[in-house]
């Protein structure tokens, strides 16, 4: 999941940002929170009392009322050295000043759809760069690098497994036990729901009744791991909310 603070004194502008991130996220696949903040202080100010708060990605209107977009860069930087800031500004002489906070590009007002979603993809290009965590799947004839990022579920057939991969349409196949990819992972983004399925929390739409929705496919959730599945969902999404 990708945390995205959108920071601007104009309703107007928060609106159209947040849609804009919507139709990326439906458009790209990937998996966004986002939060507003209608001023630099009120972002700094969570910061400071919520030091656990973090962000990969913050666009950073330049010109605000209370604090504008450098000073509050500059204070956001003492929390955070690898968040990817971006200036929304309608004066490019402003980029200027982002080198010295390290700020990864500025998008000119009025903003455009296409421009905007390059550079939120780039942003969030970095952020997987840094963030992805791979596991190797080898054995006689084979070996693959798999993206934990990208890996939605796998799924037990016969006496294969199923790697399903977000933006792929083929799937990887390998014979071995579930168990021993479980230990494997070992990462609290995973679950197994059931007998023939282990679950990525990052790809989980919705639980429907016996069923949990991931990536768009209805998966089957055994009675007995039910309340342990919403329970770790649960503590999984308020560590990534932080």
Known sequence: MIRVAVVDDDEKYRDMLLEYLKRFE??????????TFRDGSDLTTELTVKPESRYDVILLDVEMKFM????????????????????????????????????LDYI??????????????????????RTHKFIMLSG?????????FNLMYVEVVGRDLEFHLNGRTDVIKITAPLKKIEKQLGDKMFFRCSQGYLVNFEF???INGMDVVVGGKPI????????????ALNNYMSEVKG
Request: glycine share 6%; proline share 4%; aromatic share 10%.
């Open 220 to 231: 089957p959730i055994s009675k007995s791991q039910k309340r342990a599945f919403i329970d």
């Open 108 to 129: 000119l007002k009025p903003v455009n759809y296409f421009p905007f979603s390059q550079t939120v993809g780039r942003a969030i290009d970095r952020v997987k760069e």
């Open 26 to 35: 439906t458009e790209s696949g990937n998996r966004l929170t986002i939060d």
């Open 204 to 206: 989980v739409d919705e």
């Open 68 to 103: 504008d977009g450098i000073e509050t860069a500059k204070i956001i930087r003492q929390h955070d050295s690898k968040v990817a800031i971006i200036f929304i500004t309608n004066a490019p002489q402003y980029a200027i000043s982002g080198y010295e906070v390290d700020a």
């Open 140 to 148: 006689t004839g084979y070996a693959y690098k798999i993206d934990l």
